[in-house]
T-cell receptor, first 114, second 115 residues
Framework: AQSVAQPEDQVNVAEGNPLTVKCTYS??????LFWYVQYPNRGLQFLLK??????LVKGSYGFEAEFNKSQTSFHLKKPSALVSDSALYFCAVTDRYNFNKFYFGSGTKLNVKP | EADIYQTPRYLVIGTGKKITLECSQTMGHDKMYWYQQDPGMELHLIHY???????EKGDLSSESTVSRIRTEHFPLTLESARPSHTSQYLCASSESLNPSTDTQYFGPGTRLTVL
């Protein structure tokens, strides 16, 4: 069965420092992995996705994520955090055999302090 | 910015009322989804649709029903609302059956409170 785990409920980082939001997954086939961000009282916004190819994926707002097949991980990263990056981040997974369904993680709240 | 709309944004109603949450998208997407999300928590898929006249139940059991008579419209109905239905409901759509191009676009959500 497909599943996604985000082990940290909350991540705190100082502005200007690098940030990492962790995600691990479990799928029966080849994974398709996504990151979404949710600002307060807003819907989810797409950040980036990994389908195939280069393991390092670059997305919106300077975010990037690295697909690691051996560790079944897809951690979200940014070299220099901004206060405006503070939001709720969701990792999601689907696969080529069941891509009509997306499975979302429980979310990680990112707090970037000035 | 994705063109997917949900109305109402906020709804407070009494127990036993029938309600319909509206979701519309102007992108011509075939696939549409409804998720239920408690504040700050994960999303649970409750319904999805491949296209007109297609509706499927998601992984989280829900007493709601959906219909897909038009491509752009995917309303969700609760025949008799209860306090346990209090949650945020997010609608999404995606373009194709090809996962390499399939990205979900989300509406702003409807926050439902049943008293």
């Amino acid at each position: 069965a497909q599943s996604v785990a985000q082990p940290e409920d909350q991540v705190n980082v100082a502005e200007g420092n690098p940030l990492t939001v962790k995600c691990t997954y479990s799928v029966s086939g080849n994974p398709y992995l996504f990151w979404y961000v949710q600002y307060p009282n807003r819907g989810l916004q797409f950040l980036l996705k990994y389908i195939t190819g280069d393991n390092l994926v670059k997305g919106s707002y300077g975010f990037e994520a690295e697909f690691n097949k051996s560790q079944t991980s897809f951690h979200l990263k940014k070299p220099s955090a901004l206060v405006s990056d503070s939001a709720l981040y969701f990792c999601a997974v689907t696969d080529r055999y069941n891509f009509n369904k997306f499975y979302f993680g429980s979310g990680t709240k990112l707090n970037v302090k000035p | 910015e994705a063109d997917i709309y949900q109305t109402p944004r906020y709804l407070v109603i009494g127990t036993g009322k029938k309600i319909t949450l509206e979701c519309s998208q102007t992108m011509g997407h075939d696939k549409m989804y409804w998720y239920q999300q408690d504040p700050g928590m994960e999303l649970h898929l409750i319904h999805y649709s491949y296209g007109v006249n297609s509706t499927e139940k998601g992984d989280l059991s829900s007493e709601s029903t959906v219909s897909r008579i038009r491509t752009e419209h995917f309303p969700l109905t609760l025949e008799s609302a209860r306090p346990s239905h209090t949650s945020q409901y997010l609608c999404a759509s995606s373009e194709s059956l090809n996962p390499s191009t399939d990205t979900q676009y989300f509406g702003p959500g409807t926050r439902l409170t049943v008293l």
